[in-house]
């Protein structure tokens, strides 16, 4: 923290504690104005420092949640999400609980460990006191399996509730663009190329075709003629790298397509989703 911005905190507290403010409070209020500055780096320092003196722990929810929220915004997901587990532990009431058990599921999904996401999920659903939370649950359920491009189980949970209508839609627009990786995969061991063309990779698909006829036509002519050693090194060598490649393209084209659609939808959501995003 540079000298101005710590003078400025200083003066604060002492204008504070005049007030009737207790140091603490008004280290409170001094790092709260750093938070909705979004200084957040700068805000961090001063919760920690508010947890440090804090001996009764009278703001450990307040302090370790916004340094969590701090972590957050600055894409720091693995110490947010550490933070917001002391918070939760620290929290006095259920909707602060329920409050920071979310901030924890939707961390753990943009940090793309969607898995331990649902299965925080999973957890939360079978708490009693979270009955009336469960369209929020499944709110956040949909957005994991989004996340990880399962957008069929996606449209599922957002059209399981009122108010998920537009992200069902986008979810049904994902799930008819995304490409089938074992069908991209079977294509390729039935007819070499085909997978790769049905993803889109026309040239490619042709090359791994003419490739693996070329080589395939070579080693069925060497056995024929009684070149054993030739059939064998051709066959074994090139025509079964080029078959085998040619299988293992057709996957990463279709991963990578995937990846793509994914990314798009995500972007759309992004730049024009109005509702609550992770």
Known sequence: MNVKKLLGILIFCCFSILKGQSPLEAQFQAAEKLFQSESYFDAITEYKRLLFFDSKKQYSYEGNFKIAMCYKMGAKFDDAVFYFAKAEIAASNPDDKFTTAMQIVRTNILRRTCSRALELLDIYGKEPAYKSKLDEIMYWRGWAYMFTGDFENAANRFGSFSGGE???????????????????????????????????EILSGILSFGWNVLFG???VGAFADNRILDGTLIGGLLFLRFYRGNVQNAEKFALNKNLDIINKILKYIQSNYKGIKP
Not at 169 to 197: H, M, N, R, W
Request: aromatic share 14%; glycine share 10%.
């Open 217 to 219: 036509y070579m080693t």
């Open 166 to 200: 537009e992200l069902k839609k986008l979810c049904l627009q994902g799930s008819d663009e995304k490409y089938s990786v074992s069908f991209a995969k079977i294509l390729s061991f039935i007819i070499p190329g085909a997978g790769q063309i049905y993803t889109g």
